[in-house]
């Protein structure tokens, strides 16, 4: 991180990614701070893309949109309700167990903590650190691909899978940066740094970036 002026490259990033889609999530959570919605949602989101997500859970949670109205459909419901999104009848029932797992369990409360989300069938670390961020507006590290891929590029860790960037971040990030970086980050990546020959010509952050391991770039 010595090497890469995280403090002054940041105002550029957020002021690219506002020309940029800005990930459906990220817009949903600004406008109603829900942990339940943004977990269901987050389980969607998986191998999915955002207008897919986005659709389905808007179908969903006009059906049911509190975990005791949710654990009271069927798989049946859930799967039409929330079709075409990837293995949406697996979904369908991880979403009816863990909506009665909360119900029963919490009481209908959302856990707010990264380690007590994991104990819940179907929630990984990059849901349990978007619950909290974006439901709770408590610090978290969501490393998806694109957090993972960027960062590696700057050079600010040098690891191999996304849990390892997380608690790399963790160590050497400012805590004012934790909520933002996977919004940023997730923009940022399909738009400008992308998995193959990124559009370093058009990125604002181009003089600052090592481009570790890019071989080719537009």
Known sequence: MKHFPINRIWPLLKKQVKSLQVPWLEDMASTARDPFKILISCILSLRTQDRTTGLASERLFKLASTPEGMSGLSPRQI??????????????????????????????????????????????????????????????????????????????????????????LRDILPQKYWKEINGLLVAFGQGICKPLSPLCSTCTLNRYCPKIGVTRHR
């Open 79 to 168: 799967e039409k309700a929330i079709y075409p999104v990837g293995f949406y009848r697996v979904k369908a029932r991880t979403i009816r167990t863990l909506s009665r797992e909360i119900f029963l369990r919490y009481n209908s409360r959302v856990p707010d903590e990264i380690e007590e989300l994991l104990t819940l069938k179907g929630v990984g670390r990059k849901t349990a650190n978007l619950v909290v961020t974006l439901g709770y507006d408590k610090p978290g590290i969501c490393v998806d691909t694109h957090v993972h891929r960027t960062s590696n590029r700057w050079g600010l860790v040098r690891t191999k899978t996304p849990y390892e960037t997380e608690c790399a």
